[in-house]
C-alpha cells in the first residue's frame, strides 16, 4: 500500500536532517546537468506561483534588512539602473505618479496625520515669526493672524504659509484685538512703523 500524504510527512520529520544532506549532495553532484537543472527551475516556478504572499514577505523582510538595503543601494548606483531609467522614463514616471497616489491612498491616515503635524508646525513657526504675542496689547493667548494688506500669494485658507512667506502683510493679534478693527486701523501705520 503506497505512503499516506500524512505518513510521508511523518517520515521527512523524522529524517529532517539526513534527507536535507542528502538532497544538499545530490545537488551539488548533478547541478549542472540540464535535466536537473530544469526541473530545479519549475520546481522554484511552482513554489512561486502557489505562495506569492511568502515570496513577497520574505522581499519585504530582506528589503529591510542592512545586506537588503545596501543590496538596493548598489542597484541604485548601477549604470544598469541608470540606463533603465532613461529608457523608461515616460513610462517610469505615470507608474511613480500612480504608485504614489496609492500609496498615499492605502496610508491616508498617515498623511493626514503628517500634514496636520505640518500645519501645526507652520503655525508656531509663524507665530515665534511675528513675536509670539499680541502686537496691541501683548496676550500671548487666541492669537490670530490679522492681514494688513491683501496680495496673490496671501489670501489662502492657510494663513501660517502665507505669514511664513510675506510676514510684512500681516499682523499677530489677540482674539479680542482682532474683533475691534478700530483699535488698530487707524494705528496701523504706527504699528507696522514700530514694528520692523
Ligand atoms: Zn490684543
Same mark, same amino acid.
Given at each position: 500500500m503506497p ?6 510527512h511523518?517520515?521527512y520529520?523524522?529524517?529532517?536532517e539526513r534527507l ?9 553532484l ?10 530545479r527551475?519549475?520546481? &522554484?516556478?511552482? @513554489?512561486r506561483?502557489?505562495h ?5 514577505? %520574505? /522581499?519585504?523582510?530582506y528589503?529591510?534588512t $542592512? !545586506?537588503?538595503?545596501?543590496? &538596493?543601494?548598489? @542597484? ?5 539602473y541608470?540606463?533603465?531609467l %532613461? /529608457?523608461?522614463l515616460?513610462?517610469?514616471r $505615470? !507608474?511613480?505618479v500612480?504608485?504614489t ?16 503635524e ?9 507665530i515665534?515669526l511675528?513675536?509670539g504675542?499680541?502686537?496691541l496689547?501683548?496676550k500671548t ?5 490679522c492681514h494688513i ?16 512667506r ?10 479680542e484685538c ?7 486701523l ?6 507696522k512703523?514700530?514694528?520692523?
Amino acid at each position: 500500500m503506497p505512503w499516506t500524504k500524512e505518513q510521508y510527512h511523518k517520515y521527512y520529520e523524522q529524517n529532517k536532517e539526513r534527507l536535507k544532506t542528502q538532497a544538499r549532495e545530490y545537488h551539488l553532484l548533478h547541478k549542472d546537468d540540464p535535466h536537473v537543472k530544469e526541473l530545479r527551475r519549475e520546481s &522554484i516556478r511552482r @513554489y512561486r506561483q502557489r505562495h506569492p504572499d511568502r515570496i513577497k514577505e %520574505t /522581499q519585504r523582510k530582506y528589503y529591510h534588512t $542592512e !545586506k537588503g538595503k545596501a543590496t &538596493i543601494k548598489k @542597484y541604485r548606483e548601477s549604470e544598469k539602473y541608470k540606463q533603465w531609467l %532613461t /529608457q523608461n522614463l515616460e513610462k517610469n514616471r $505615470e !507608474k511613480h505618479v500612480k504608485a504614489t497616489r496609492e500609496w498615499r491612498y492605502r496610508n491616508r491616515e498617515r498623511v493626514r496625520g503628517d500634514n496636520r503635524e505640518r500645519r501645526e508646525r507652520r503655525i508656531v513657526e509663524a507665530i515665534n515669526l511675528l513675536g509670539g504675542k499680541c502686537q496691541l496689547c501683548g496676550k500671548t493667548e487666541n492669537l490670530e493672524f490679522c492681514h494688513i494688506s491683501y496680495t496673490q500669494k496671501n489670501q489662502v485658507s492657510d494663513l501660517a504659509w502665507a505669514v511664513l512667506r510675506e510676514p510684512d502683510t500681516f499682523l499677530l493679534l489677540c482674539q479680542e484685538c482682532h474683533l475691534h478693527p478700530e483699535k488698530w486701523l487707524k494705528e496701523l501705520i504706527d504699528i507696522k512703523a514700530k514694528l520692523r
